[in-house]
């Protein structure tokens, strides 16, 4: 533990005094990011399926970003894995965070799709610190928190005797 | 040696993030018209003024942040907490 006292503002830091409420409004803000994506999700699967057309050309249009060579080469070389795991990922991901199952997986997915949202979208009209860094932000809370603990299925598989006996599974729990 | 890396990779993960975020965002600020990241247009379309900061280094510097935080997490797999680290955490989390 960091305890530092010639530093008044490193002390011993839990969650114990944020309250009760606490462990609900992050179940609450879990489930409400997991609607937010099983929505963009599911409405594109019922609208095109698997070939979210879309998806290809976005990356493309990210050219001369700080992700311009990644999404370029993921737009290039798997355009048809592009057009399908972007309405199906979306869908997973909501799912899961609505259930609270397999959170901190599910919220690394979420976090990668808005770092290519944020990075290519509508060139910071709103600024750097928009909607979408915030959108990119909350995954990575919920994430840090292990939200999936709270009101969650991750705290029912973390007892499973498969997750007792591999403890790193851990890792994508909560 | 395990407790060093913890603090450097937070620390480190947090300096990027606020550089990226405020800091930068300040200079943007001080450096004058336009105070966001896009660039400022006239009636025609024409680019008349450029940010003082390239939107580019600043979502580097966060992108690289939260790449460190993954980084960090993906080390914490491969080299989980101590016993003694582990206790500790536990006991924090049954005081809650």
């Known amino acids: 533990m960091a305890y530092d006292v010639s530093n008044p503002l490193d002390g011993e830091f839990d969650l114990g005094r944020a309250g009760p409420f606490a462990p609900v409004w992050i179940a609450t803000l879990r489930v409400v990011v997991g609607w937010w994506f099983f929505h963009a999700g599911v409405t594109k699967l019922i609208e095109s399926g698997l070939n979210f057309t879309a998806g290809p050309g976005y990356l493309q249009g990210m050219s001369g970003t700080v992700l311009g060579p990644v999404a370029v080469w993921m737009a290039t070389t798997m355009p048809g894995v592009i057009e399908a795991i972007v309405p199906l990922a979306e869908t997973l991901i909501g799912l899961a965070l609505i259930a609270g199952a397999l959170v901190r997986l599910a919220s690394f997915g979420g976090a990668i799709f808005m770092a290519f949202f944020w990075v290519g979208n509508a060139e910071f009209g709103h600024g750097v610190v928009n909607g979408d860094l915030m959108g990119l932000l909350l995954f990575v809370t919920l994430l840090v928190l292990g939200a999936g603990r709270y009101y969650g299925l991750d705290a029912v598989f973390e007892r499973l005797e498969l997750v007792e006996n591999h403890p790193r599974l851990k890792h994508l729990l909560g | ?96």
């Open chain 2, 1 to 96: 040696m395990t407790d060093m890396i913890d603090k450097a990779a937070m620390a480190l993960s947090s300096t990027l993030l606020l550089a990226g975020i405020v800091v930068l965002g300040v200079v943007e600020i001080l450096d004058g018209v336009p105070y966001g990241a896009a660039p400022t247009t006239n009636e025609a379309g024409e680019v008349i003024a450029q940010p003082g900061i390239d939107p580019a280094i600043r979502t580097g510097l966060v992108l690289a942040g939260l790449a460190v935080l993954g980084l960090w997490g993906l080390y914490r797999v491969a080299v989980p907490a101590t016993g003694v680290e582990r206790r500790t955490a536990d006991a924090t989390a049954e005081t809650q």
